[in-house]
Structures are given as C-alpha cells and as structure tokens.
C-alpha cells in the first residue's frame, strides 16, 4: 500500500467535526425530548475549540435547557455568559431571557402574598425557629432586577413590543407592592392604638391618666384637711355657737374625746375607728334633727316675751 493510499484510509477513519448549527440542532432535539442531562452534556462537548461567539451561542442553548426544565439559577448564570460574549441578536435576546427568569420569579413570590391570594396570612414561626423569607421583600427583590434587564434591552432596541409590556408588568406590580406594605403599616398603628386604648388594660388606663390631675396630698388646702378629718359624729361648730348665743337651750352632749376649738384633731388608728351601723347612724341624726327643733323653738318663745309691754309704775 503506497503513502498516499495509507493517508487517505487515516482521514476516512476519524470522525467528522460536528458543525456549530448541527450540534444546536441536536441539543434542541434532546431538550424536546425531555433529555436535560443528554442536551447539557452534548453543549459540554460541544465547548471544545471553539471561538468566543460560538461559546456565547452553545450557552445559550444551555441557558434555555435549563430554564424548561425550570432551573433559574443555571439558566440565569448561562444567559449572563452569553450577554457578556455575545452580539447582536444573541445579546438582546440574552437580555430578554435574563429579564422573564427575575420576572417569573417575582411573580411566584407576588401570588404568596396574603393580600393577593385572599387567605389568611401565615402563623408566625415557634420560639427559637428561624422566620422565612418575606414574599413581600423578595418579590420587590425579583422585579427590580427584572426591570433592570428590561431597561437594558430597551435601550438597545426601544420599540420591542414584548420588553415594552413586560416593563409595565412591572411597574403595575412595584405600585401594589408599595400599597400593601402602607396598608400593612397603618393596620399595625391601629392595632397599637386599641392597645394602648383597650378600657381592660389597667395599664393602659394608668398610662392615659395625666399626674397632674392626681390629688397631691402635699398641696391640699389645710381648711380641706380640717374638713376631710372631722369626724361624722360631731356636731357642726355653727350649730354649737347658736346654742351658746340662747342660755335657756340645752347643749348637746359633748363627746369625751372632743378636743380644744382651733386645734387640729389627729385622726385615730385605722383600726380603732368606729364602725357604725346604718341603724345607728340615722338613730344620730335623728336626735340631732330634735335638738335643732328644740332650740328653735326656745328662740321663738324669747323673741315673744321681748315683745310684750312692759307696765309703766309712774
């Protein structure tokens, strides 16, 4: 077998390079198949020697297995490959995709919200287990960046109808967003009013009343003193100097422990003052209501006998 010959037998025994369209078109196959790991393994193989643009295309195609097979962090890390290495069409369409993965994932955190769904919200989390994360905050979280790659396309081609709707989608749900979390705030201020308002509380009660309007015992008038530590038994002073001013009324009896005028009686124990009776208290006023009746009348029959003539001897 001549040179030649023996050459042509090495060429026809290697295998074909597969081209770059050959090769997407069978990792698009694969992926219709539902054959991930076969479709990611072909664009592996596929990597090999091949310029900066090809790479960009290949993880592309890998970024889109990914996202079917609903896997947003490979497919996210794939497309920002193929933003950064790609052109033209590649690189706006790697925008896009970057784009609708931060969307649909705000959009899965937005129909958990409580407000959204109409269902009650979660119980909180038990003592000493960690609370997850806020539906609220991530899906605000997930938007921004959604918007972010949206800007982004728009700026490269501004009338792309489909970037342009998406953008809006956005914006309508940052705006709701913001309403449910003033909404939640002022439903929170009411709640901390009717606390702090709640008649069962007592504490709420001793909060809401002013010290300026207790009683301070310090400043009280000493006449009010006087009159706070009178005792109920005794007779009124006036009623005392009425009877001194009419010899022929009787003075009631005076209790034994009375003390001196002007001085100021000290109240006695706690324990060692008197506890009367209902019967016993009417019984008192009654007797003080007969010696008023009694001196009124001696008054009437003095001021009579001044009245009558006096004969004259002369």
């Avoid at 393994?41 to 990597?47: K, V």
């Avoid at 960046?145 to 081609?157: N, S």
């Amino acid at each position: 077998m001549s040179a030649v010959l023996f050459l042509l037998a090495c060429l026809a025994q290697q295998p074909q390079k597969t081209t770059l369209a050959q090769g997407l078109q069978r990792v698009q196959e694969l992926a219709g198949a539902a054959q991930k790991d076969e479709a990611l393994a072909l664009c592996t193989e596929l990597l090999a020697g091949r310029t900066p643009g090809e790479c960009a295309a290949l993880e592309y195609a890998r970024g889109v297995v990914h996202a079917g097979a609903n896997e947003r962090e490979p497919a996210r890390a794939a497309f920002e490959r193929s933003r950064a290495d790609g052109a033209g069409e590649l690189r706006l369409s790697s925008m896009y995709n970057l784009g609708s993965l931060a969307l649909e994932q705000g959009e899965e955190w937005y129909h958990k919200l409580p407000e959204v769904t109409g269902k009650q919200p979660a119980a909180p989390p038990a003592q000493g287990q960690a609370p997850g994360p806020d539906p609220l905050a991530e899906a605000r979280k997930s938007y921004l960046a959604a918007r972010e790659r949206f800007v982004e396309r728009l700026r490269a081609q501004w009338n792309d109808a489909d970037t342009r709707a998406d953008v809006e989608l956005v914006q309508r749900r940052l705006k709701r967003l913001d309403e449910i979390e003033k909404q939640r705030k002022e439903e929170q201020q009411k709640k901390d009013q009717q606390k702090q308002q709640d008649p069962k509380d007592p504490k709420s009660q001793q909060d809401k009343q002013d010290p300026k309007d207790k009683p301070d015992p310090d400043k009280q008038d000493p006449k009010d003193k006087s009159k706070d530590k009178q005792d109920p038994q005794q007779p009124d002073p006036q009623d005392k100097d009425k009877q001194k001013q009419d010899p022929q009324q009787p003075e009631p009896p005076k209790p034994e422990d009375q003390d001196q005028p002007g001085e100021q009686q000290k109240p006695p124990p706690a324990e060692a003052q008197p506890q009367l009776s209902k019967e016993e208290l009417t019984r008192l006023l009654d007797k003080l209501q007969q010696l008023e009746d009694q001196a009124a009348k001696l008054r009437a029959q003095i001021h009579k006998a001044r009245r009558v003539a006096v004969k004259k001897d002369w």
